[in-house]
Nanobody, 120 residues
Framework: QVQLVESGGGLVQPGGSLRLSCAAS????????MGWFRQAPGKQRELVAL???????DYANSVKGRFIISRDSAKNTLTLQMNSLTPEDTAVYFC??????????????WGQGTQVTVSS
């Protein structure tokens, strides 16, 4: 089992920055994929950023050049630095961990979400 706890959401003005953190506890196997998703009111949950276990990253086109995903493996913490925020970034942000066991079984975990509101 893996528990994920997000923090760092809040209200920010357009053009501002926020830093989200996701603290993971439990067993995350060496083959894993960690990421951030978001869900705005009335919309489907969408991918924001991914970090592969090898260190590669991937971003949604809408956040490329503005958001940075990073990971502290020693602390099992995933971070999303969000810059140049716009009202379109307003959503609940979720941390996600996918990990494959030694027998290749996928385990998929979600945090409870943290609200990000961009408004003047």
């Amino acid at each position: 089992q893996v528990q994920l706890v997000e923090s760092g959401g809040g209200l920010v003005q357009p053009g501002g920055s926020l830093r989200l953190s996701c603290a993971a506890s439990g067993t995350i196997y060496s083959r894993n994929l960690m990421g951030w998703f978001r869900q705005a009111p009335g919309k489907q949950r969408e991918l924001v950023a991914l970090m592969f276990s090898g260190g590669n990253t991937d971003y949604a086109n809408s956040v490329k050049g503005r958001f940075i995903i990073s990971r502290d493996s020693a602390k099992n913490t995933l971070t999303l630095q969000m810059n140049s925020l716009t009202p379109e970034d307003t959503a609940v942000y979720f941390c996600n961990v996918k990990t494959w066991t030694v027998i290749n079984t996928l385990q998929d975990y979600w945090g409870q979400g943290t609200q990000v509101t961009v408004s003047s």
